[in-house]
């Protein structure tokens, strides 16, 4: 519980989720640095995950009111995806409840350098446009597909979903950045809410440091997709990966070594 901890290690786990937050909100990606900080404080990757989801969904839930709120995201237009990404992300969550304990430990510290070494390498999007797909027989097959998948995968790992989701909105639907933020975070939340309502039913949160790292998550979302609709992602990519690369490393190495 939280009030075992050292001061010390809030306060380090609060800057970790105001970072983590606004990253989030500006390029995707901030539980590839609050899931580390959770693991690295000696939480079990079940409640670790638990606990990040709960966090999560502050963040996510700010992030994608946000991007209403500026027009950068309609409802009716990707509902399909919403219906996809929450089956997906229940059946994620349930089969994180039957993997070995020992598995997830030894994994994700994997999982997250992999998605860093990606983000390094992805070349940045030229995509300049800023409509929506048009809505042909396609459209309906492509958002379950990516709903179902991504919501899955939110469901049993979660760090670097967001990013993932602007990637392949880019990609598949020719958006441009910020209306493929604006998709990224409602289905972030979409898939937030719904693994954490299941950990929950599971009894895999910590509410303590959650609900801690939540408002600071919250906080960081909220001055991170403004200044992403300002300013765009840029100027955070160096910083998101390098730390990113370091907690991975470091994770790997206590995990395997």
């Known amino acids: 519980?939280?009030?075992?901890?050292?001061?010390?290690?809030?306060?380090?786990?609060?800057?970790?989720?105001?970072?983590?937050?606004?990253?989030?909100?500006?390029?995707?990606?901030?539980?590839?640095?609050?899931?580390?900080?959770?693991?690295?404080?000696?939480?079990?990757p079940h409640i670790a995950l638990g606990t990040n989801k709960l966090a999560a969904t502050f963040a996510s839930s700010t992030?994608?009111?946000?991007?209403?709120?500026?027009?950068?995201?309609?409802?009716?237009?990707?509902?399909?995806?919403?219906?996809?990404?929450?089956?997906?992300?229940?059946l994620g969550t349930l089969l994180?409840?039957?993997i070995s304990t020992v598995w997830l430990e030894k994994g994700l510290p994997l999982i997250i350098l992999?998605?860093?070494?990606?983000?390094?390498?992805?070349?940045?999007?030229k995509v300049e446009n800023h409509r929506l797909p048009k809505d042909d027989?396609?459209?309906?097959?492509?958002?379950?597909?990516?709903g179902l998948s991504l919501g899955f995968y939110d469901g049993v790992v979660g760090p670097g979903t967001g990013a993932f989701w602007v990637v392949s909105s880019m990609s598949?639907?020719?958006?441009?950045?910020?209306?493929?933020?604006?998709?990224?975070?409602?289905m972030n939340f979409t898939s937030n809410i719904t693994s954490l309502v299941t950990f929950i039913i599971l009894g895999h949160v910590n509410w303590a440091i959650g609900l801690t790292m939540g408002v600071c998550l919250m906080a960081g979302a909220y001055i991170g997709a403004h200044s992403a609709i300002r300013f765009g992602s840029a100027f955070i990519r160096?910083?998101?990966?390098?730390?990113?690369?370091?907690?991975?490393?470091?994770l790997a190495i206590d995990a395997w070594f």
Not at 137 to 146: D, F, I, S
Not at 176 to 186: D, I, T, V
Not at 239 to 249: A, E, G, K, N, W
């Open 63 to 90: 992030a994608a009111v946000t991007y209403y709120r500026k027009k950068l995201f309609s409802p009716s237009f990707w509902r399909h995806a919403f219906f996809a990404t929450l089956i997906g992300a229940v």
């Open 172 to 186: 598949m639907y020719k958006m441009n950045m910020l209306l493929s933020s604006g998709l990224a975070k409602a």
């Open 96 to 98: 994180v409840d039957v």
């Open 137 to 146: 027989p396609k459209l309906n097959t492509k958002q379950w597909g990516q």
């Open 1 to 44: 519980m939280l009030e075992i901890l050292e001061p010390s290690t809030i306060a380090i786990l609060a800057m970790v989720a105001f970072a983590a937050g606004f990253i989030d909100a500006v390029a995707g990606g901030g539980g590839m640095l609050t899931v580390p900080a959770l693991l690295s404080i000696g939480l079990p």
């Open 238 to 250: 160096p910083v998101f990966i390098t730390v990113v690369v370091i907690l991975s490393v470091k």
């Open 114 to 125: 992999i998605i860093a070494i990606y983000t390094i390498c992805r070349p940045p999007s």
